[in-house]
Protein backbone atom coordinates (compact mmCIF):
# COMPACT_ATOMS: atom_id res chain seq x y z
CA UNK A 1 0.00 0.00 0.00
CA UNK A 2 1.37 3.48 -0.82
CA UNK A 3 0.48 6.83 1.15
CA UNK A 4 0.81 10.01 -0.95
CA UNK A 5 2.95 11.84 1.40
CA UNK A 6 3.62 15.95 1.17
CA UNK A 7 6.13 16.73 -0.53
CA UNK A 8 8.45 19.98 1.16
CA UNK A 9 9.29 22.57 -1.34
CA UNK A 10 12.86 23.10 -2.80
CA UNK A 11 14.96 25.61 -1.78
CA UNK A 12 13.27 28.92 -3.20
CA UNK A 13 16.60 30.58 -4.06
CA UNK A 14 17.45 31.30 -7.83
CA UNK A 15 20.77 30.10 -9.14
CA UNK A 16 21.63 33.94 -9.15
CA UNK A 17 20.35 34.39 -5.34
CA UNK A 18 22.32 31.65 -4.19
CA UNK A 19 25.43 34.26 -5.95
CA UNK A 20 24.39 36.50 -3.45
CA UNK A 21 25.69 33.81 -0.66
CA UNK A 22 29.34 34.59 -1.75
CA UNK A 23 29.26 37.89 -2.42
CA UNK A 24 27.67 38.78 1.16
CA UNK A 25 30.63 36.37 2.58
CA UNK A 26 33.18 38.45 1.04
CA UNK A 27 31.25 41.61 2.46
CA UNK A 28 31.82 39.64 5.85
CA UNK A 29 35.88 39.98 5.49
CA UNK A 30 35.56 43.35 5.05
CA UNK A 31 33.51 44.11 7.90
CA UNK A 32 35.79 42.02 9.85
CA UNK A 33 38.80 44.02 8.61
CA UNK A 34 37.20 47.41 9.01
CA UNK A 35 36.01 46.58 12.74
CA UNK A 36 39.55 45.89 13.78
CA UNK A 37 41.28 48.85 12.00
CA UNK A 38 38.23 51.04 13.63
CA UNK A 39 38.78 49.94 16.63
CA UNK A 40 42.38 50.42 16.77
CA UNK A 41 41.99 53.95 15.48
CA UNK A 42 39.56 55.06 18.48
CA UNK A 43 41.90 53.58 20.95
CA UNK A 44 44.82 55.93 19.71
CA UNK A 45 42.46 59.16 19.45
CA UNK A 46 41.57 58.37 23.10
CA UNK A 47 45.02 57.39 24.30
CA UNK A 48 45.57 60.50 22.50
CA UNK A 49 43.26 62.69 24.01
CA UNK A 50 41.59 60.67 26.86
CA UNK A 51 38.67 59.13 27.46
CA UNK A 52 35.41 60.72 27.79
CA UNK A 53 32.47 58.96 30.66
CA UNK A 54 29.68 60.05 28.42
CA UNK A 55 30.29 59.27 25.28
CA UNK A 56 32.68 60.20 22.27
CA UNK A 57 33.07 64.12 22.10
CA UNK A 58 33.34 66.39 19.25
CA UNK A 59 36.23 66.76 19.56
CA UNK A 60 36.98 62.56 19.74
CA UNK A 61 35.18 62.62 16.78
CA UNK A 62 37.16 65.11 15.30
CA UNK A 63 40.57 63.18 15.99
CA UNK A 64 39.03 60.02 13.74
CA UNK A 65 38.59 61.94 11.16
CA UNK A 66 42.72 62.39 11.46
CA UNK A 67 43.62 58.56 11.84
CA UNK A 68 44.92 57.00 9.17
CA UNK A 69 43.59 53.33 10.92
CA UNK A 70 40.44 55.03 11.57
CA UNK A 71 39.71 56.11 8.02
CA UNK A 72 40.77 52.84 6.18
CA UNK A 73 38.59 50.71 8.85
CA UNK A 74 35.77 53.31 7.39
CA UNK A 75 37.06 52.67 4.11
CA UNK A 76 36.73 49.38 4.53
CA UNK A 77 33.39 49.20 6.19
CA UNK A 78 32.39 51.12 3.42
CA UNK A 79 33.13 47.99 0.33
CA UNK A 80 31.56 46.07 3.11
CA UNK A 81 28.48 48.18 2.99
CA UNK A 82 28.27 48.14 -0.91
CA UNK A 83 28.75 44.29 -1.11
CA UNK A 84 25.94 43.46 1.38
CA UNK A 85 23.27 46.00 -0.03
CA UNK A 86 24.24 43.94 -3.31
CA UNK A 87 23.48 40.86 -1.94
CA UNK A 88 20.15 42.17 -0.01
CA UNK A 89 18.97 43.69 -3.01
CA UNK A 90 19.37 41.02 -5.32
CA UNK A 91 18.38 37.48 -2.19
CA UNK A 92 15.62 37.84 0.36
CA UNK A 93 17.29 39.63 3.32
CA UNK A 94 16.49 36.83 5.88
CA UNK A 95 18.92 34.33 3.98
CA UNK A 96 21.96 36.85 3.09
CA UNK A 97 21.70 39.77 6.05
CA UNK A 98 23.14 37.03 8.58
CA UNK A 99 26.17 35.92 7.10
CA UNK A 100 27.79 38.86 8.71
CA UNK A 101 28.31 36.46 11.46
CA UNK A 102 31.32 35.12 9.73
CA UNK A 103 32.96 38.32 10.49
CA UNK A 104 32.64 37.09 14.09
CA UNK A 105 35.43 34.25 13.62
CA UNK A 106 37.48 36.27 11.67
CA UNK A 107 37.81 39.52 13.92
CA UNK A 108 38.52 37.27 16.99
CA UNK A 109 41.15 35.69 15.76
CA UNK A 110 43.10 38.53 14.41
CA UNK A 111 42.16 40.53 17.67
CA UNK A 112 44.10 37.37 19.50
CA UNK A 113 46.95 37.45 17.23
CA UNK A 114 47.47 41.36 16.94
CA UNK A 115 46.65 41.49 20.94
CA UNK A 116 49.13 38.23 22.38
CA UNK A 117 46.25 37.40 24.43
CA UNK A 118 44.83 33.69 23.71
CA UNK A 119 40.83 33.25 23.90
CA UNK A 120 39.86 31.07 26.64
CA UNK A 121 37.90 27.81 26.61
CA UNK A 122 34.80 29.86 27.32
CA UNK A 123 35.27 32.69 25.10
CA UNK A 124 35.96 30.13 22.29
CA UNK A 125 32.99 28.40 23.33
CA UNK A 126 30.89 31.58 22.91
CA UNK A 127 32.16 32.56 19.41
CA UNK A 128 31.01 28.78 17.92
CA UNK A 129 27.86 29.42 20.14
CA UNK A 130 27.39 32.55 17.96
CA UNK A 131 28.19 31.08 14.72
CA UNK A 132 26.18 27.88 15.29
CA UNK A 133 23.17 29.73 16.10
CA UNK A 134 23.24 32.14 12.82
CA UNK A 135 24.01 29.08 10.91
CA UNK A 136 20.95 27.59 11.79
CA UNK A 137 18.67 30.93 11.36
CA UNK A 138 20.33 31.25 7.73
CA UNK A 139 20.02 27.38 6.95
CA UNK A 140 16.04 27.66 7.74
CA UNK A 141 16.18 30.87 5.87
CA UNK A 142 17.43 29.73 2.93
CA UNK A 143 14.44 27.18 2.75
CA UNK A 144 11.99 28.82 3.83
CA UNK A 145 12.94 32.75 2.54
CA UNK A 146 11.23 34.33 -0.40
CA UNK A 147 11.05 37.64 -2.29
CA UNK A 148 7.77 39.84 -2.54
CA UNK A 149 7.07 43.53 -4.14
CA UNK A 150 7.36 45.69 -0.95
CA UNK A 151 4.21 47.64 -0.34
CA UNK A 152 3.54 51.48 0.21
CA UNK A 153 1.86 50.16 3.81
CA UNK A 154 4.95 47.88 4.43
CA UNK A 155 6.83 50.85 4.14
CA UNK A 156 4.78 53.03 6.00
CA UNK A 157 4.87 50.86 9.06
CA UNK A 158 9.04 49.97 8.88
CA UNK A 159 8.93 53.77 9.13
CA UNK A 160 7.03 54.44 12.17
CA UNK A 161 8.47 52.01 13.95
CA UNK A 162 11.85 53.29 13.38
CA UNK A 163 10.52 56.60 14.56
CA UNK A 164 9.41 55.43 17.61
CA UNK A 165 13.06 53.53 17.70
CA UNK A 166 15.20 56.16 17.42
CA UNK A 167 13.01 58.42 20.14
CA UNK A 168 13.83 55.06 22.53
CA UNK A 169 17.27 55.10 21.73
CA UNK A 170 18.10 59.04 22.04
CA UNK A 171 16.04 59.14 25.93
CA UNK A 172 17.81 55.70 26.76
CA UNK A 173 21.48 57.64 25.83
CA UNK A 174 19.83 61.16 27.63
CA UNK A 175 19.56 58.86 30.69
CA UNK A 176 22.08 56.03 30.96
CA UNK A 177 25.08 57.52 28.41
CA UNK A 178 27.04 57.96 31.83
CA UNK A 179 26.78 54.29 33.10
CA UNK A 180 26.69 52.84 29.26
CA UNK A 181 28.43 49.52 28.86
CA UNK A 182 29.86 48.25 26.13
CA UNK A 183 26.66 46.04 25.10
CA UNK A 184 25.00 49.60 25.86
CA UNK A 185 26.18 50.74 23.17
CA UNK A 186 26.45 47.20 20.87
CA UNK A 187 22.57 46.82 21.55
CA UNK A 188 21.69 49.68 20.32
CA UNK A 189 24.00 50.38 17.09
CA UNK A 190 22.61 46.27 16.17
CA UNK A 191 19.02 47.61 16.22
CA UNK A 192 20.11 50.47 14.36
CA UNK A 193 21.25 48.86 11.79
CA UNK A 194 18.74 46.18 11.52
CA UNK A 195 16.41 49.15 10.22
CA UNK A 196 19.34 50.83 8.04
CA UNK A 197 19.84 46.92 6.34
CA UNK A 198 15.74 46.70 5.84
CA UNK A 199 15.01 50.47 4.29
CA UNK A 200 18.00 49.95 2.41
CA UNK A 201 16.73 47.19 0.77
CA UNK A 202 13.21 48.85 0.10
CA UNK A 203 14.86 52.02 -1.55
CA UNK A 204 16.64 49.99 -3.49
CA UNK A 205 13.56 47.98 -4.31
CA UNK A 206 11.55 51.13 -5.10
CA UNK A 207 14.61 52.59 -7.09
CA UNK A 208 14.41 49.36 -9.28
CA UNK A 209 10.75 49.19 -9.63
CA UNK A 210 10.41 53.24 -10.60
CA UNK A 211 8.33 53.92 -7.80
CA UNK A 212 10.35 56.48 -5.68
CA UNK A 213 8.17 58.93 -4.30
CA UNK A 214 7.64 60.94 -1.20
CA UNK A 215 7.76 57.76 0.64
CA UNK A 216 10.81 56.79 -0.55
CA UNK A 217 12.80 59.85 0.27
CA UNK A 218 11.60 59.93 3.81
CA UNK A 219 12.88 56.01 3.97
CA UNK A 220 16.33 57.71 2.60
CA UNK A 221 15.96 60.00 5.73
CA UNK A 222 15.86 57.20 7.70
CA UNK A 223 18.79 55.36 6.58
CA UNK A 224 20.87 58.34 6.86
CA UNK A 225 20.06 59.25 10.92
CA UNK A 226 20.01 55.18 11.66
CA UNK A 227 23.36 55.10 10.31
CA UNK A 228 24.54 58.16 11.99
CA UNK A 229 23.65 57.40 14.93
CA UNK A 230 24.37 53.38 15.03
CA UNK A 231 27.86 54.52 13.77
CA UNK A 232 28.14 57.02 16.68
CA UNK A 233 27.17 54.30 18.36
CA UNK A 234 29.73 51.78 17.61
CA UNK A 235 32.45 53.96 17.91
CA UNK A 236 31.44 54.13 21.58
CA UNK A 237 31.43 50.92 22.12
CA UNK A 238 35.03 50.50 20.65
CA UNK A 239 36.04 52.82 23.18
CA UNK A 240 34.39 50.38 26.15
CA UNK A 241 34.55 47.14 24.34
CA UNK A 242 36.59 44.69 22.12
CA UNK A 243 36.52 44.55 18.46
CA UNK A 244 35.51 40.94 18.33
CA UNK A 245 32.54 41.88 20.78
CA UNK A 246 31.24 44.60 18.76
CA UNK A 247 31.30 42.67 15.85
CA UNK A 248 29.72 39.43 17.83
CA UNK A 249 26.87 42.07 18.93
CA UNK A 250 26.53 43.36 15.25
CA UNK A 251 26.27 40.34 13.36
CA UNK A 252 23.95 38.99 15.62
CA UNK A 253 21.48 41.50 16.73
CA UNK A 254 21.37 43.14 13.27
CA UNK A 255 20.38 40.47 11.26
CA UNK A 256 17.36 38.81 14.34
CA UNK A 257 16.24 42.52 13.75
CA UNK A 258 16.53 42.99 9.81
CA UNK A 259 15.34 39.77 9.65
CA UNK A 260 12.71 39.57 11.90
CA UNK A 261 10.98 42.73 10.09
CA UNK A 262 11.39 40.89 6.60
CA UNK A 263 9.37 38.06 8.36
CA UNK A 264 6.84 40.07 10.39
CA UNK A 265 6.53 43.19 8.03
CA UNK A 266 8.05 42.32 4.57
CA UNK A 267 6.25 38.63 4.54
CA UNK A 268 9.92 36.90 3.41
CA UNK A 269 8.63 34.02 4.97
CA UNK A 270 5.16 33.83 4.68
CA UNK A 271 3.75 30.27 4.52
CA UNK A 272 6.54 28.74 6.71
CA UNK A 273 5.39 26.03 8.63
CA UNK A 274 5.21 26.36 12.09
CA UNK A 275 8.93 24.67 12.77
CA UNK A 276 10.41 26.65 10.83
CA UNK A 277 9.32 29.68 13.18
CA UNK A 278 10.26 27.94 16.35
CA UNK A 279 13.66 26.98 14.72
CA UNK A 280 13.93 30.68 14.34
CA UNK A 281 13.24 31.68 17.65
CA UNK A 282 15.49 28.61 18.78
CA UNK A 283 18.35 29.80 16.85
CA UNK A 284 17.96 33.50 17.83
CA UNK A 285 17.92 32.53 21.42
CA UNK A 286 21.16 30.66 20.69
CA UNK A 287 22.83 33.41 18.92
CA UNK A 288 22.30 36.08 21.55
CA UNK A 289 23.32 34.18 24.20
CA UNK A 290 26.87 33.80 22.46
CA UNK A 291 27.08 37.54 22.07
CA UNK A 292 26.13 37.51 26.02
CA UNK A 293 28.69 34.79 26.83
CA UNK A 294 31.13 36.21 24.74
CA UNK A 295 30.88 39.68 26.78
CA UNK A 296 31.29 37.90 29.87
CA UNK A 297 34.20 35.81 29.25
CA UNK A 298 36.57 37.55 26.72
CA UNK A 299 39.89 38.30 28.08
CA UNK A 300 39.74 42.22 27.55
CA UNK A 301 36.53 42.06 29.33
CA UNK A 302 37.99 40.14 32.46
CA UNK A 303 40.80 42.75 32.97
Known sequence: MTTDLPIPDAVNLTPFQA??????????????????FQSRGVQRVEARLGRQSKGLS????????GSGWWVLGTLMLGLAVVLQLISITNAPLIVVQPLGAVALVITTWFSSRSSGVPLGQQARRAVWTCI???GIFVGIAAVVGRESAITHQQLVTILVVLAVVLVAVLLSFRFAAKRASAMYYIV???????????????????????TF????????????????????????????????LVIAGLTVIDPIVAVGIGVIVLG????????????????????????????????????
Open 132 to 134: IGV
Open 213 to 244: DWLTAIAIVGVVVAAALGGYFVQNAYSSGSAD
Open 58 to 65: VRHVLGLL
Open 188 to 210: GAGVLYGFVATLAKVVLNRFLHG
Open 268 to 303: EAAGAPWIAVVGFLVAAVIAIAGVFLLAKHHPETRR
Open 19 to 36: LMIPVALVGAVFLSLGAQ
